[in-house]
């Protein structure tokens, strides 16, 4: 039984006033690296192989899938369903053509020979629309059957406005309802969720929101002896639309590691994300004593990263440093003051730690690299 979260800041707030006229700041180490772009996250293979070079990822494996689509054009009053984005001028009976021809290009990517076996194929189309009952039903037959290491539920279709959930004709399945599903029938085994919708940022947020409320912390060695072993892809950030047949474009096919998702702005101007919550994120090799402690959260390894800004200046004449978690509100406004040479660092967000000197120490900033940032090996 996991016991209940318990929330520790950790202080270390000097005297000092937090006014720096000179200044030298700089976003910490993101999770996800400087070259997000390049980012390749391998969920299949043709072939798993244990000791990969990369010991923080699980080893990839083969999968099961189950490819659910929401294409319907009836739904219950006052239903906030978004479809995707598409040209104005595309007439009705193209956009189902569109959404074919999305769905095929899916299909295609993940095939056996990448590692993928289909074992559910489950479409929602006007004048053939079903009620949500009967996709959570199939999920769960889906989940209890599984025969692989690893299941992939990938879902194509209309997004509810504000949540990302996805959308039947009587209502919305949300992150919730998955996330039951898998501990009732797969808990154990690899859950990868693909979710190409309107807003489906909002399930990555979920997932953060789910793993800190259980109180599991910020790295694979906890979700792996608790056997929660989730990955969240969403085709946009949390606030942002999609537009159809731009994502599983993006989708990529890897000779050795299957296929591939990458971090970035496509086309249409959306921007992927995701959450990989089986990833080790301290410096110790799985066999090995995790270092995360009870102060690393999810929302501050996968959110709240690149909120953390170390400045530097001067206070009272002599040297001093800040770590501060800017409000997400305030980012804009935080640029704009610490370029004027004063800022009072404490009206943006919290101070973490400060001190005297030029650089934070070293126990410091290997404290907020474990929080918020990945190490290198």
């Not at 595309?90 to 956009?95: I, L, P, R, S, T």
């Not at 879902?155 to 399945?173: M, Q, S, V």
Request: hydrophobic share 30%; aromatic share 12%.
């Amino acid at each position: 039984k996991i016991p209940p979260y318990q929330w520790l800041m950790e202080t270390n707030l000097s005297k000092t006033q937090n006014k720096v006229s000179v200044y030298n700041y700089e976003v910490l180490q993101k999770i996800l690296s400087a070259e997000s772009s390049k980012i390749e996250s391998g969920e299949t293979t043709k072939s798993s192989q244990e000791g990969e070079s990369d010991w923080r990822n699980m080893p990839t494996c083969d999968m099961e899938m189950m490819l659910i689509s929401s294409y319907g054009d009836e739904f219950i009053p006052l239903f906030d369903a978004v479809p995707k984005l598409q040209d104005n001028t595309v007439k009705a009976n193209e956009k189902i053509t569109l959404a074919r021809k999305e769905l095929d290009v899916i299909l295609d990517k993940c095939r056996v020979d990448n590692g993928v076996m289909l074992k559910y194929f489950c479409t929602d189309f006007p004048g053939a629309q079903f009620p949500k009952d009967y996709y959570l039903d199939r999920v769960k037959r889906f989940f209890e059957q599984c025969d692989k290491d690893g299941a992939l539920l990938w879902y194509t279709g209309h997004g509810e406005r504000g949540t990302g959930n996805w959308c039947f004709k009587d209502g919305a399945i949300t992150f919730d309802d998955i996330f039951g599903l898998y501990m009732d029938h797969l808990r154990g085994k690899r859950l990868t969720v693909v979710s190409d919708c309107s807003y489906s940022g909002n399930w990555v947020k979920d997932c953060v929101k789910k793993m800190d409320e259980i109180g599991i912390l910020s790295c694979g060695h906890h979700t792996r002896e608790q056997g929660i072993l989730l990955k969240v892809f969403s085709s946009c950030q949390e606030n942002e639309e999609a537009t159809i047949g731009t994502y599983s474009k993006a989708i990529g096919n890897n000779e050795k590691k299957g296929i591939t998702f990458s971090v970035k702005q496509l086309d249409s101007g959306q921007n992927t994300w995701y959450g990989d919550f089986r990833y080790i994120n301290c410096r110790k090799k799985p066999s090995e004593q995790c270092e995360i402690r009870s102060n690393s959260t999810w929302e501050d390894r996968i959110i709240n990263f690149s909120l953390v800004y170390v400045v530097r200046g001067k206070d009272k004449g002599k040297p001093a440093w800040h770590y501060v978690l800017v409000d997400k509100a305030k980012v804009e406004e935080f640029k704009i003051q610490i370029k004027t040479g004063t800022i009072d660092v404490a009206n943006y967000g919290k101070v973490l730690y400060s001190g005297w000197g030029n650089n934070p120490p070293e126990d410091i900033v290997t404290k907020i690299k474990l929080r918020f940032g990945v190490l290198d090996p």
